[in-house]
């Protein structure tokens, strides 16, 4: 739980009438399902006014949306961005309720954890996953019903694993005989590390590094379906859509965007702030940047040269 008075402190909002300011808050809800103790939020003069007539406790908007009409409620809080003001007041109010209730792990009694694993405080594990020897997880960590965490996988404070991911696995490299055409597997016994705040979405596979390691860096948010190989280097604050494969040794820099299906051939480099869109492809050992800008296409391409090519082609 969480006063308003803490939450508008948090979300950078006008401290609340005195009247309201203690006020508990104990969960975010839709504008439906609001009741005296959840928060809501509204980006639209439509969504306030739904919301202004609920029951909810307090309301996260913008300035804008409260010139004219009737507008003026005690239990608004004014942000510059109302669902990243929502997000951050939700994600506090949880960490608050994780507080006051027990901080001892959660380990489901169907969980299967091997020799010298180290769990962080309030860190919770689901039904039939597996952790392997000498995996550690910081606190406050939610590792979802058939987790695969394979040996020595470190990971850091409130990182969220979603149901069937697997995590550390061997990657896939072999090497070959020019003699015979032979493959081999060449040795897979690098390390895994995920840093604080990094979310994994459902049965997405990281695998360990060859010899050195595979990183995701903090704040990295990554989707369902996505793969991601050996000795690969992830920034911070990353966003990977759903079906993204990234081959090996790849460098992915700080605030990156990845749309759904994009494919990185082995050794790409993705530039800090670049945006790859749905389905763009970088070729192995190739390099995009420039902060801020997209790339579409196979091969990716700046979004205007790839508009222009896709103009000609039309035209036949």
């Not at 994780?98 to 919770?124: E, F, K, M, W, Y």
């Not at 072999?174 to 049965?203: C, H, K, M, W």
Request: with cysteine; hydrophobic share 45%; charged share 15%.
């Amino acid at each position: 739980m969480a006063t308003i008075a803490e939450i508008a402190e948090l979300v950078g909002a006008p401290a609340p009438q005195a009247s309201h300011s203690a006020d508990e808050i104990l969960s975010v809800s839709s504008i439906e399902a609001a009741t005296h103790s959840t928060l809501v939020f509204a980006t639209d003069v439509a969504t306030l006014d739904a919301a202004l007539k609920s029951s909810a406790g307090a309301i996260v908007t913008r300035s804008a949306l409260l010139a004219g009409g009737d507008r003026q409620d005690p239990r608004v809080l004014v942000v510059a961005d109302p669902r990243y003001g929502f997000a951050l007041a939700a994600r506090f109010i949880k960490s608050r309720v994780q507080v006051c209730g027990n901080r001892a792990p959660r380990i489901h009694p169907t969980a299967v954890l091997g020799a010298d694993v180290q769990l962080g405080q309030g860190t919770s594990i689901g039904p039939y996953a597996v952790l392997g020897d000498r995996v550690v997880l910081g606190e406050e960590c939610e590792m979802l019903a058939s987790v695969t965490i394979y040996a020595g996988t470190v990971i850091g404070d409130r990182v969220l694993v979603q149901a069937g991911a697997v995590l550390g696995a061997t990657g896939f490299g072999y090497a070959r005989s020019s003699a015979n055409g032979e493959y081999i597997a060449f040795p897979q016994q690098g390390t895994l590390v995920i840093e604080n705040d990094v979310e994994i979405g459902a049965n997405t596979t990281i695998d360990r590094g060859a010899l050195g390691e595979t990183r995701i860096g903090a704040g990295t948010k990554i989707d369902n379906l996505v793969h991601i190989a050996h000795n690969c280097i992830i920034g911070r604050n990353v966003v990977i859509a759903s079906q993204t494969g990234i081959s090996g040794s790849c460098v992915i820099e700080d605030g990156a965007i990845l749309g759904g299906q994009v494919g990185l051939g082995e050794y790409a480099h993705v530039g800090p702030g670049v945006i790859l869109g749905g389905g763009a492809g970088v070729l192995s050992h190739k390099k995009v940047r420039g902060p801020g800008e997209v790339f579409w296409g196979r091969p990716a391409r700046p979004l205007r040269q790839y508009l222009r090519d896709l103009a000609r082609l039309s035209r036949g």
